[in-house]
């Protein structure tokens, strides 16, 4: 049995296609829709960043330069953003493929189906988002769809903030999607799926709240 990946069709019909996937010997379009989700996050990124969105620092310091120069640090912090893009998507499409693969021996590459419509609802999240920030000045750590505006009032520590700030309402129903998909296509018992799971996204989260911590830090040094 050939399975047709369609991302979009298996959003709306999920059993159907997890049982297709779960019989599939052969799979099609995997690199090709891999690829075009790297895409669409490089032009996601670099469509935020020409918003302006994450440039506080560079234009705190445009009184100080040329517009030349302050022209050149923008475009460079698109580039940035754009790099950033390859590199996240690549490391989140294939480095959790491998560790699920290794807990649950499911087929690598029905693994990356999985990871491709995770990659492509945090797009979505972040598609959503940009219109906050650009609106209502609501940083992604302090969205409404996510803890980190709870998180808030109840402390100052930005590392916190940003910790909860990733825990997002999409972020949860990546992890129940993630739980049904890999139950559906192997035989560990769930619990240990469930675990295996949160405790990646609690990784996850941590890094994404250590990357937010310094990344004011690495921006206004290459900046300066």
């Known amino acids: 049995m050939t399975y047709y990946i369609n991302l979009v069709k298996m959003l709306f019909n ?3 296609h997890l049982f297709r996937i779960q019989k599939a010997e052969k799979l099609k379009n995997v690199w090709k829709i891999s690829a075009l989700l790297l895409l669409f996050s490089v032009l996601i990124y670099a469509w935020s960043a020409y918003l302006g969105i994450g440039t506080d620092i560079i234009s705190g310091n445009a009184t100080d330069w040329g517009a030349s120069e302050y022209e050149r640090s923008k475009l460079w912090f698109v580039v940035g953003r754009m790099l950033f893009a390859i590199v996240f998507t690549i490391l989140l499409l294939f480095i959790p493929s491998l560790i699920y693969y290794a807990i649950t021996g499911i087929p690598y590459q029905k693994l990356i189906i999985m990871q491709q419509l995770v990659i492509l609802a945090m797009l979505v999240e972040r598609i959503v988002w940009i219109p906050l ?3 209502w000045g609501l940083d992604w750590y302090v969205s409404p769809l996510s ?5 808030s009032y ?3 520590a930005s590392w916190l903030i940003y910790f909860f700030g990733a825990i997002s309402l999409f972020q949860l129903g990546i992890i129940w999607f993630q739980v049904k998909y890999l139950s559906s296509l192997s035989a560990v018992k769930k619990n240990w ?3 295996s799971v949160i405790f990646l996204h609690i990784v ?9 911590f310094v990344d004011v830090y690495l921006i206004s040094g290459w900046f300066e």
């Open 14 to 16: 999920m059993d159907d």
């Open 133 to 135: 920030m650009l609106w």
């Open 147 to 151: 803890f980190g505006i709870i998180a």
């Open 154 to 156: 109840f402390t100052d």
């Open 193 to 195: 799926i469930w675990v």
């Open 204 to 212: 996850y989260w941590i890094v994404v709240s250590g990357l937010a």
